[in-house]
C-alpha cells in the first residue's frame, strides 16, 4: 500500500490543522493506522493511531485532548485533527500502516517498527 500525506503547513500557536493521509492499494480496512512525528534533531515519535473498525484510539500524552484520530474506510483515508497547536508540535507528520496482526495492543502499536508502510510525511510549523 502506498500511504500520500498532505495538510501541513504554517500556524500560530493557538491555530489548527487537519492532515489527510489517503492511501493507495491494499485493503485498507484491515491496516491499523498511526501518525507519528519527527522534529529536527530528534528521533520519530508516536502521536495517535486507531485500529481497524475506529473502535480504538489511543494518544501520546503530549498531544492528548488536542489532537483526534480519524478514519474513514470508504475513501481509504485516515486523519489528524490538531487544535490549540503548539511550538513544540512542530515536525514532520507521518502517516503509517500495519497489517493486521489479529490482536490488539496500544503498546505494540506505539512502536514505529510495527509498522509496515509508511507515507513520505508533510510539515507542520507552529510559529509562536
Known amino acids: 500500500v502506498q500511504l500520500q500525506a498532505s495538510g501541513g503547513g504554517l500556524v500560530q500557536t493557538g491555530g489548527s490543522l487537519r492532515l489527510s493521509c489517503a492511501a493507495l492499494?491494499?485493503?485498507?480496512?484491515?491496516?491499523?493506522m498511526g501518525w507519528f512525528r519527527q522534529a529536527p534533531g530528534k528521533e520519530r515519535e508516536f502521536v495517535a493511531h486507531?485500529?481497524?473498525?475506529?473502535?480504538?484510539?489511543y494518544y501520546a500524552d503530549s498531544v492528548k485532548g488536542r489532537f483526534t484520530i480519524s478514519r474513514d474506510n470508504a475513501k481509504n483515508s485516515v486523519y489528524l485533527q490538531m487544535n490549540s497547536l503548539k511550538p513544540e508540535d512542530t515536525a514532520v507528520y507521518y502517516c503509517?500502516?500495519?497489517?493486521?496482526?489479529?490482536?490488539?495492543?496500544?503498546?505494540?502499536?506505539?512502536?514505529?517498527?510495527?509498522?509496515?508502510?509508511w507515507g513520505q510525511g508533510t510539515q507542520v510549523t507552529v510559529s509562536s
Open positions: 503509517a500502516a500495519a497489517q493486521s496482526r489479529g490482536w490488539y495492543s496500544s503498546t505494540y502499536y506505539q512502536g514505529r517498527s510495527n509498522y509496515d508502510y
Open positions: 492499494g491494499g485493503t485498507f480496512s484491515s491496516y491499523f
Open positions: 486507531i485500529s481497524w473498525s475506529s473502535a480504538s484510539t
